[in-house]
């Protein structure tokens, strides 16, 4: 009998217990960890209980199951994190209106796109993946980690700042497009006028709404009372106003740049970054006075007409100004290589290691609001790391193994054997098929 | 013998005055089935039985020795033969035909909210009905007496009607009008919304707008004096029943993405929601148990240009094709999920029945198969008192079979809808022999009010039946449902362009090396004219 009961509490403790831990258990032994925010241990171990990073130190025991990964010779980083991209989604821009805060990214994730595998390979762990920068206001972003065969909804990182696309220049003016039908604005003086328009929009709507919870919540409150319509492009922007949602502004130029930000300041909201920020590097003072990051390419310049007067000094010089400065990939292949557009950063402006591992780790954390769980290796924080075979910042460099929550999820060596399995496989499998065929 | 001649006389007008009367009190003449073996579905089988059906309505189901046979039925062996309950398909959009929409004009200013795209709740099937006799013949063949008809057109493509097979005339043929809204997570092509996250603020949007509208209705309703009253709105009128009242929704779901993004809407706006399509519920089939929501399985196998595997690469959209999506509805009963298999998708009745032999090839139980083309659907459209079982006080809507219905060789036999018999025709010829055969590469120009494009056809012919793709500057496409008869081809065809969806149906004329027709799609049509690119000879 009671051999019974305690088999059934086993079995039912068996079947609970996996649904109550999300994350799991990994000690990473022996590797050199580069901390970014608090230094470089040459040997060291880092022990992840449930998903969380409990310790990080020398000669840490392993407790009894948990997978230990030798990581002797090689390089332990943070998971690298993407400030700005467009992967993991099925569309990109809403672009049949100018104005569009009301769309989500969330609505239209992909968790099968292959780009997010891609990501791994590279280190990534997390991404913030955008709409597109088509509209003035474009949609609202969501930031996701890389959780390649998780539900798409298992991927989204609750704890980021909730953002809203707002873009300036040429490709949302459009003037200089081939389109069948013009779009309002066509003129960047068009764009700044368009988003004025609808922030005081949303003021007005905002006051509406106010208005009536005041009487709603008065002792006097009529009996009849029509809330006023609810509407979603009003209450996005509404949230941006309010400071519940962050701008996340696509310019190149410094003169529309510091544009937008006389916006922010005359209208009260808040900027989390500029993307792309190619002339970023002549407005460093103010956009450091107004703690505004960028997140931008390294060396990428005079693309098109709006980036001419780039260039690749941009990520030092504006972090040797005090701007937070992170390195984007905004593409599906770049993604896997932001290590080498980090390096650059030591060439072009002689940033320290620890400086330029920054650009793709602790700084888009905190322009992404997830400083407190990632960006750096540190105890309590989420288990978000990517394991080297070289320094992460050599041109050598190759990314082995990434792990999510103490989750493998790119093991470099397991996915090249489990690659030459298949395709030992697959010329048998033919065979097979033609020989039915016969 | 004067007298004996003048009671006969006066009995013979007797008779003929009952007759009189009786026939014009009921609806249907009184049939006795006799000697079949009956699955009523809701109860055990009967190896011997006998079907009473008069008015329309099952009178009586059971042994020979339980029912006698009225008088004044009309008796019909059925030796050797099986009776069922019509079939009922859940979702077409057959049986409709839309009025052909004004091109649209070009030139329009964007950036000013177009406020009619892609929004036809008010539709109603029902208006939209024409029927073709040779559709409903088509279907009565295959046993089916009911359908669910649907509008496709747009985002809120209107209100669904269930009909019963029992002849041409829409009226005698509605069970049920409007039985649901249909919502699909399509876009506007250039309108707002162009992208499927703008569907869904859309979609949001016009649910927030309609409690919106009923509450300030309501309140109107109850003071009206010193009240602004609220501008009568036609489209929102519509999805009072549907947003406030329980009324079902119907979402169309084409891959696993949109099944999540229904359920979020459903939770969100606290719908009475049914899925259809989902032929990737399998996928997610563990939070569908926990929900209990009405599926509506489709049985059109070729994967949606949304559907991840035709991203994939051919390997992979032939594997979802031939075995992925055929297993949808096994994987979904091994998971403990009941739902109801549709012909959604598919033009063609024939196509629906042989479907059903591949789910249940794929592993589905036969007379789980049976139940979703019954009692499920009855159920799920809210007419499981009527309808899906043979048991007395139902519609009279039975099936006589040759034998167990999903078998290959089986053929329907009678079919009774509404308790009227119609008497199947032996199968009808196949097409006329194709005169040409169009196998091989050909090229040629669409063209249509915006322009012309460059388009190459390559086309596979196998009897009567084409296959093939069609490939331009804006992709590759597959031919689905083609068919050469004589001279006359017809296919349909699913477009992407620029990440937008749109369905294509060509009809037109072959000649020896030329093909000349008509692309039609919703908002236009277009052109087609194609030369024979003849074979290199080395």
């Known amino acids: 009998m009671k051999k019974n009961i305690m088999s059934l509490i086993i079995w039912i403790s068996l079947l609970v217990i996996p649904v109550l831990i999300s994350g799991q258990n990994l000690l990473i032994k022996n590797g050199t960890v580069l901390t970014v925010t608090k230094g470089t241990i040459p040997k060291g171990d880092i022990l992840i209980l449930d998903g969380i990073i409990k310790r990080i130190g020398e000669n840490l025991e392993a407790p009894e199951g948990v997978r230990v990964v030798d990581a002797s010779g090689r390089y332990v980083i943070p998971g690298i994190i993407d400030s700005h991209t467009h992967i993991a989604i099925t569309a990109v821009n809403e672009g049949s209106e100018a104005v569009t805060p009301e769309v989500r990214i969330r609505d239209v994730l992909n968790a099968e796109d292959t780009a997010i595998y891609t990501a791994l390979s590279g280190g990534v762990t997390m991404i913030h993946t955008m709409h597109g920068s088509g509209n003035p206001i474009g949609g609202q972003n969501i930031v996701l980690k890389m959780k390649w065969g998780r539900p798409a909804e298992e991927m989204i990182v609750p704890e980021a700042f909730r953002t809203l696309k707002f873009a300036l220049g040429e490709n949302v003016k459009q003037a200089n497009f081939y389109t069948p039908v013009l779009r309002y604005p066509q003129s960047r003086m068009g764009v700044n006028a368009i988003i004025r328009r609808e922030l005081l929009k949303a003021k007005n709507y905002m006051e509406q709404w106010d208005r009536y919870l005041k009487v709603k919540k008065s002792k006097k409150s009529a009996k009849i009372l029509l809330p006023p319509r609810k509407n979603l492009r009003m209450e996005a922007l509404a949230d941006v106003l309010r400071g519940k949602m962050m701008a996340r502004c696509h310019s190149y130029r410094a003169d529309e740049t510091l544009e937008f930000i006389n916006l922010s300041k005359e209208l009260g909201f808040k900027i989390a970054c500029f993307e792309h920020a190619s002339e970023a590097f002549k407005i460093a003072k103010e956009l450091s006075a107004e703690r505004i990051g960028i997140s931008i390419f390294l060396d990428n310049w005079a693309y098109k007409i709006e980036a001419y007067e780039g260039i690749a000094y941009n990520a030092a010089y504006c972090t040797k100004k005090g701007v937070l400065v992170s390195i984007n990939s905004d593409s599906s292949e770049r993604i896997r290589r932001l290590f080498n557009d980090a390096a650059k950063a030591m060439k072009y402006g002689g940033l320290s290691e620890e400086e330029a591992l920054k650009l793709i780790t602790i700084n ?30 050599s041109a050598y460099t190759r990314c082995e193994m990434t792990i999510i929550e103490g989750e493998v999820y790119f093991d470099r060596a397991q996915y090249l054997k489990e690659r030459e399995e298949m395709t030992k496989k697959k010329p048998n499998e033919e065979k097979k098929k033609k020989g039915e065929e016969i | 013998m004067r007298v004996k001649n003048h009671l006969s ?277 563990e939070r569908l148990k926990k929900r209990k929501l009405p599926l509506l399985v489709s049985l059109y196998f070729k994967p949606p240009p949304t559907s991840l595997y035709v991203n994939q690469g051919k390997e992979m959209k032939e594997k979802a094709e031939k075995v992925i999506y055929p297993a949808n509805a096994a994987n979904l009963h091994v998971s403990g999920i009941r739902f109801a298999l549709t012909s959604y998708g598919l033009s063609k009745a024939d196509r629906f029945l042989e479907n059903t032999r591949k789910a249940i090839k794929a592993g589905l139980p036969k007379e789980e198969a049976l139940k979703s083309l019954s009692i499920y659907p009855a159920d799920f459209l809210g007419v499981s008192n009527t309808m899906g079982s043979l048991s007395p006080g139902k519609i009279a809507n039975v099936i006589l079979t040759s034998g167990e219905i999903f078998e290959k060789e089986t053929q329907v036999k009678k079919v009774f809808v509404d308790g009227i018999l119609f008497k199947v025709k032996k199968p009808p010829e196949k097409g006329k022999a194709p005169v040409f055969n169009i196998s091989g590469t050909w090229q040629g120009t669409v063209s249509w009010e915006m322009g012309e494009l460059e388009a190459t056809v390559e086309f596979e012919q196998e009897g009567n039946d084409i296959t093939g793709t069609i490939s331009s500057d804006y992709g590759e496409w597959e031919i689905s449902e083609g068919y050469l008869s004589g001279n006359e081809l017809t296919f349909s065809c699913t477009a992407m362009i620029m990440g937008e969806t749109m369905e294509m149906n060509f009809s037109g004329k072959v000649e020896e090396d030329s093909i000349d027709g008509t692309i039609t799609f919703t908002g236009g049509s277009a052109e087609l004219r194609l030369t024979r690119i003849p074979k290199k000879s080395f």
């Open chain 1, 364 to 393: 888009p954390a905190i322009q992404l609001g997830v400083e407190r769980i990632a960006g750096s290796l540190e105890v309590n924080k989420h288990g978000d790391i990517a394991i080297f075979n070289e320094h992460p910042l």
């Open chain 2, 9 to 285: 006389v006066i009995w013979f007008f007797l008779v003929i005055f009952f007759f009189v009367i009786n026939s014009s009190a009921r609806v249907g003449p009184v049939y006795a089935i006799v000697n079949c073996k009956i699955i009523p579905v809701s109860s055990s089988p009967l190896e011997k039985g006998i079907i009473i059906i008069r008015d329309g309505l099952i009178e009586s189901v059971g042994s020979p020795e339980e029912i006698a046979i009225p008088e004044d039925a009309e008796v019909i062996e059925a030796e050797g033969l099986i009776a069922y309950p019509g079939l009922i398909d859940a979702h077409t959009n057959l049986f409709i035909e839309f009025p052909k929409e004004e091109p649209r004009q070009r030139g329009r200013a964007m950036g000013s909210q177009e406020k009619e795209s892609g929004r036809y709740p008010d539709v109603l099937a029902f208006k939209l009905l024409k029927p073709k006799k040779s559709t409903i013949e088509s279907y009565r063949k295959i046993g089916v007496t009911t359908v669910l008809v649907a509008p496709k057109r747009g985002i809120y493509s209107g209100q669904s009607v269930l009909l019963n097979l029992n002849g041409e005339k829409p009226e005698t043929m509605v069970v049920k009008n409007p039985v649901a809204l249909h919502v699909n997570f399509s876009t506007a092509r250039g309108l707002y919304p162009a992208t499927v996250m703008g569907t869904m603020a859309f979609l949001r949007q016009s649910f927030l707008d309609a409690e919106h509208y009923n509450a300030h209705k309501s309140l109107y309703a109850k003071a009206a004096k010193g009240m602004k009253r609220p501008e009568y709105n036609p489209l929102l009128e519509v999805f009072i029943p549907y947003a406030l009242e329980k009324k079902p929704v119907i979402f169309t779901c084409d891959n696993q993405e949109d099944i999540k993004r229904a359920l979020g809407l459903i939770d969100e706006f606290k719908l009475n929601g049914i899925l259809s399509g989902v032929n990737e519920a399998w996928r997610i089939a």
